[in-house]
């Protein structure tokens, strides 16, 4: 019992979700039976599955100045002190043709698979590309890919300022609850590659002045005038990657990204590129990839961390389908 306190304090580092490698196993192809393994084991086309009774693992790395990334003690899976080191990431698609990525870490001998978008049980997931390890990636950032660096976002007054000239407290124009106050504001430089390249909205798709440059996940606020076949609302939240014609909107890879999220105090649409687009929704998972300051921080200001998420039907690739993006490019 007297471990109780400890579990209540921010661990010094980032943590995130795992699972053990042998719960993402192939259920067809040529290894058909074994565990996700290094880039140089897994073979393309086969199919996986994650085990219908697999349960995420928090893993919790630490990596002091100098020293490179290690497991820190309340991690629930691998050695406390083992190296952390990213073997590989790779691309999965579904039966429906949704893409998700996933990272394969070793955690000094012992292997863990991070994904990067959810990842449902009993799912087939055919591995259709292997990427070298994509570097000293820290997990803290895997957090933070909403606006591109240059955004315009507009201010409680109706003027814009640069996303990354904003500063906590600055009071920024919302949908619902007009101006409201910056709490945090969250940073990451990725190299911009599969699941971190940008999705790029170019300038009048969505009546934006500018283009506008968004992480692949990070959603924007469309309403329809009239409901579309299949939508529950008129009002939809859509990642912008389900936008993507590779015309109008695409997704840009190479080099690096700059990439910033708003957090306020509750999850509130904000006017970027003057696009309604969604503020970062704070949760327990969000919050558990945060450095452990932010985190404590971020605990402090958002009591229960409990966010609800802003009303709006929640159009994911099922639900687009058949329907062409340009329907969702003009206003209805």
């Known amino acids: 019992m007297s471990s109780a306190p400890q579990s209540h304090r ?33 073979v393309p086309e086969d199919i996986y599955e994650l085990h219908p009774e697999a349960r995420p693992l928090r ?28 073997l590989g990431r790779y691309t999965l698609m579904a039966r429906d043709g949704d893409r998700i990525e996933v990272l394969m870490l070793d955690l ?3 292997r863990a698979v991070l994904p990067l978008s959810p990842m449902a049980p009993r799912l087939g997931y055919a591995l259709v590309a292997i990427d070298p390890a994509p570097g000293d990636l820290r997990l803290a950032d895997l ?4 606006f591109a660096r240059g ?37 990451s430089r990725l190299r911009a590659v ?6 790029v909205i170019t300038a ?6 500018g283009d506008l440059i968004l992480g692949q996940h990070h959603r924007v606020f469309l309403y329809q005038r009239r409901r579309l076949p299949g939508l529950h609302t008129a009002e939809l939240l859509v990642q912008a990657r389900h936008l993507v014609d590779d015309d109008r909107v695409y997704i840009r890879e190479g080099g690096w990204t700059d990439y910033f999220s708003l ?37 402090a200001r958002f009591p229960g961390l409990a966010h609800t998420q802003h009303f709006g039907t929640e159009a994911g690739r099922q639900a687009l389908e058949g329907i062409a993006p340009s329907l969702l490019y003009r206003p209805r």
């Open 108 to 110: 000094g001998g012992e």
């Open 10 to 42: 921010p661990e010094a580092g980032q943590a995130a979700q795992v699972f053990a490698a042998a719960d993402v196993y192939v259920t067809l192809g040529v290894n058909q039976g074994d565990a996700m393994g290094a880039p140089d084991e897994v």
């Open 194 to 199: 599969g699941e971190f390249a940008p999705v």
């Open 143 to 146: 957090l933070c890919l909403s």
């Open 204 to 209: 009048g798709t969505l009546g934006n002045e």
């Open 151 to 187: 955004t315009m976002i507009t201010l409680g007054d109706g003027t814009q300022r640069a996303i990354e000239a904003l500063r906590p407290g600055d009071r920024i124009l919302t949908r619902d609850h007009g101006r409201q106050p910056i709490r945090w504001i969250g940073q």
């Open 59 to 86: 893993l919790v790395v630490q990596a002091p100045e100098g020293r490179a990334q290690h497991v820190a003690p309340a991690s629930q899976i691998g050695a406390a002190g083992a190296a952390v080191r990213l």
């Open 263 to 299: 957090v306020f105090d509750a999850h509130e649409i904000v006017y970027a590129e003057g696009v309604p687009s969604e503020s970062l929704m704070v949760t327990e998972a969000v919050v558990n990839r945060l450095p452990a300051e932010v985190a404590a921080e971020v605990k």
